[in-house]
């Protein structure tokens, strides 16, 4: 199973994009899923969480601007970003809990960054 996530490239200030996750391979459910960041010289922070009822929640420098939603038939979770700023600027990361068969065990997975540049 791999989680692709799609999206990044460069805004200007105030702009939008929408990054997404989706998974790949054999999965008998996806449970809850989270968006995370790492600036330029910071540690990775967790930003967004959607869970399998689609309860949200956001760090608190993302409120207002982000919103997080999920497919659950395309296997997909999108990060909407809204007035971006330069401090959004990061590599982006989803990671999701998995489970791979029907009544399997679930197990945490991880998909590759994708670059998100606010220019000023």
């Known amino acids: 199973v791999q989680l692709q996530a799609s999206g990044g490239g460069l805004v200007q200030a105030g702009g939008t994009l929408r990054l997404s996750c989706t998974a790949s391979g054999r999965i008998a459910g996806i449970g809850t899923m989270t968006w995370h960041r790492q600036a330029p010289g910071k540690e990775r922070e967790w930003i967004a969480t959607i869970d399998s009822g689609g309860s949200s929640n956001f760090q608190d420098s993302v409120k207002g601007r982000f919103a997080i939603s999920r497919d659950n038939a395309k296997k997909t979770v999108y990060l909407q970003m809204s007035n971006l700023k330069p401090e959004d600027t990061a590599v982006y990361y989803c990671?999701?809990?998995?489970?791979?068969?029907?009544?399997?065990?679930?197990?945490?997975?991880w998909g590759q960054g994708t670059l998100v540049t606010v220019s000023s």
């Open positions: 990671s999701g809990r998995i489970q791979f068969r029907v009544a399997g065990p679930w197990a945490d997975s």
